[in-house]
């Protein structure tokens, strides 16, 4: 596989749920971010990790915790959320968290849905 | 604070003609990136076209064109020739040097091609 995957593409899960969003990339980039997309709102970030560091950490419920145990694989663990939560769960990687040409890769998100 | 306006939540156009998309934003920064991401159906974010603000020309990536008009705070997209392909969500997005994680996003816009 190529780029950014991520799974799963959707999930539905309940306020008492424990579940986990993944995101691998295959682009040999060193950082690695989680953002949320919610309807008609700019993208919100999350987390960003480089070299596998949390490096931003934007005020984020602690019922959302991220994990990233290389460079190649992050993970969103989910915990009691919100219906609010519901929202697209976008993984994106790039070389370096600072400088170069700032491009950001996606993957094709992760559509949460909280009942 | 740093904003990224989007003035036009949906634009149509017909194929084959031009579209000009709006983006302004609010920086007292002078030197800084400005980016535009095309978001399709299928949910993937990939850069459409990258500015630099100390780049009085203005970029241009085959049909794809900005005006940047700095002073004004301006940036928009030209679509030429639009094709049943460039339908998507478009997001404008701003940054300042050195720090791929400081994106501020607008909201979107979503361009819907008509046959």
């Known amino acids: 596989e190529t780029g950014v995957t991520q799974t799963p593409r959707h999930l539905v899960m309940g306020m008492t749920n424990k579940k986990s969003l993944k995101c691998e990339q295959h682009l040999g980039h060193n950082a690695m971010y989680w953002y949320k997309q919610s309807a008609k709102k700019p993208l919100e970030l999350m987390f960003v990790y480089s070299l596998e560091e949390r490096v931003e950490n934007n005020s984020v419920p602690s019922r959302f915790s991220p994990e990233c145990p290389n460079s190649s694989h992050l993970f969103l663990h989910l915990h009691t959320l919100q219906p609010e939560d519901s929202a697209l769960y976008l993984c994106?990687?790039?070389?370096?968290?600072?400088?170069?040409?700032?491009?950001?890769?996606f993957g094709e998100g992760s559509r949460l849905t909280v009942l | 604070a740093q904003t990224v306006t989007q003035s036009q939540p949906e634009m149509s156009v017909q194929e084959a003609e031009t579209v000009t998309l709006s983006c302004t934003y609010d920086t007292s920064e002078s030197d800084y990136y400005l980016f535009w991401y095309k978001q399709p159906p299928s949910r993937q974010m990939i850069l459409v076209i990258r500015?630099?603000?100390?780049k009085q020309q203005n970029a241009t990536e085959n049909r794809f064109s900005v005006n940047f008009q700095k002073a004004a705070k301006s940036f928009s997209l030209k679509i030429s020739d639009s094709q049943l392909g460039d339908a998507a969500m478009y997001f404008c997005a701003y940054r300042i040097p050195d720090s791929n994680y400081q994106l501020i996003w607008g909201a979107g816009t979503k361009l819907i091609i008509k046959p």
């Open positions: 994106a990687s790039s070389q370096g968290t600072g400088g170069g040409t700032g491009e950001l890769f």
């Open positions: 500015q630099e603000a100390y």
